[in-house]
């Protein structure tokens, strides 16, 4: 065989292996990575937040907010890098967030863990990242943007903004983390 020959060859035989590993595909598997962040409109310390879907194959957080300041609408966190969110969204789609808030910072009371599970909101297919904000009252809105901008605080009236509760399990003493 000529050296044309083989090129043509190995191309043909590189197409086919790629077309046969893609065909079987389905986004529904698909994932675009996105930082996780953490917004703190509140006047508690966020000691810590985790994020799990309800199946549990998806974990993600961030830690370290300190209580909004006077004048200032908020407080940011880094997060862990990277959650996989889901190229498509599904509607039922659903997550389970809970954090560590200490309200009472005097050295000696320890901090509560709530938790609130919320359906995530649509995005579209390209995905820029992911933020839990923290409000008042013990609630909270998960939010994916679908294009760059900086999030704003979510409106009262949202639709997503759930309300967290005590998580007896993670108060526990004999479960504190």
Not at 94 to 121: C, E, F, I, M, N
């Amino acid at each position: 065989m000529k050296m044309t020959q083989w090129k043509s060859l190995l191309v043909g035989l590189a197409a086919a292996v790629l077309l046969a590993a893609t065909s079987g595909c389905t986004d529904a598997n698909e994932s675009n990575p996105a930082d996780v962040k953490g917004f703190n409109y509140t006047d508690y310390y966020v000691d810590r937040f985790d994020i799990e879907n309800e199946g549990q194959d998806l974990s993600a957080g961030g830690a370290n907010m300190l209580p909004r300041r006077t004048g200032e609408e908020r407080t940011e966190s880094g997060g862990m890098c990277c959650i996989g969110i889901p190229r498509n969204w599904r509607p039922g789609m659903k997550l389970v967030v809970s954090w560590k808030v200490d309200k009472v910072q005097d050295g000696k009371t320890p901090g509560q863990w709530y938790t609130a599970t919320t359906d995530v909101p649509p995005y579209g297919p390209h995905t820029y990242g992911f933020w839990v904000h923290f409000l008042p009252g013990d609630r909270i809105r998960v939010q994916i943007l679908d294009k760059q901008e900086v999030p704003k605080k979510p409106d009262e009236h949202d639709p997503y903004i759930v309300q967290g509760v005590l998580d007896p399990q993670r108060n526990h003493p004999e479960t504190e983390q």
